[in-house]
């Protein structure tokens, strides 16, 4: 079974502060995608990863893929109070199915 | 552009009665569909995913079960539901062969 390990659970941070999530797994995917889910809302897809090594930009966000492809890392530069939310990695396989983790929950203070 | 509809939005339903939530799909064709429950706000458990019409695969054994009567509609039953159903349940679609996922709105589920 694929598990992914997301870090930290939570984290509170203030306006202005950079931050990076990691999403670490034993298993090797073919791919990897990050989600952004608000409070009774579905997760929407922000990036998928697919070669080790690859790095990804999103405006403020930047998206690692590891050399191994069992690992990712999300860097938020200059957090705003629009980045809060529930942050989630899932990891590709070699059918259609993803493995999700459990999530990165942040709040950004005003 | 595609587009994913779930409904109800919140739905209350008493211990021991059915439940029927849809989820349909817009503008695409031969999609894979999936069904997901969400327990208090973390992360997500597959639990049906169909790469076709009538062709389901059930990831958890459970109170559960789904249909897909057309290629674009899937639906998430169950006969008699149990307290431990309650959670947000989400719809997602993949253009068939690709493994990039698109949720619907959910749906929060709350059994008394």
């Known amino acids: 079974t694929q598990l992914l390990e997301q870090s930290p659970q939570f984290l509170s941070i203030q306006e202005g502060e950079n931050l990076t999530v990691y999403c670490n797994s034993s298993?090797?995917?073919?791919?990897l995608q990050w989600y952004r889910q608000e409070p009774g809302e579905g997760p929407v897809l922000l990036v998928t990863?697919?070669?080790?090594?690859e790095v990804k930009k999103l405006k403020r966000l930047t998206f690692q893929f590891g050399d191994a492809r069992k690992d990712s890392s999300l860097h938020i530069t200059a957090a705003q109070p629009g980045d809060t939310g529930l942050y989630l990695c899932a990891g590709g396989g070699s059918n259609y199915k993803l493995t999700f983790g459990k999530g990165t929950l942040l709040t950004v203070n005003p | 552009s595609q587009t994913i509809h779930q409904w109800p939005a919140t739905l209350v339903q008493p211990v021991g009665s059915p439940l029927s939530l849809e989820c349909t799909v817009e503008g695409t064709s031969n999609p894979n569909l999936y069904w997901y429950r969400q327990a208090a706000g973390r992360g997500l458990q597959l639990l049906f995913y169909s790469v076709g019409i009538g062709q389901i695969s059930s990831e958890v054994p459970q109170n559960l079960s789904a249909s897909r009567p057309q290629d674009r509609q899937f639906i998430l039953s169950s006969k008699k539901l149990l307290l431990s159903d309650s959670g947000f349940y989400l719809c997602?679609?993949?253009?068939?062969?690709?493994?990039?996922?698109?949720f619907g709105p959910g749906t929060r589920l709350t059994v008394l």
């Open positions: 990863v697919v070669t080790g090594g």
């Open positions: 997602a679609w993949s253009v068939f062969g690709t493994r990039e996922q698109f």
């Open positions: 298993s090797v995917f073919s791919s």
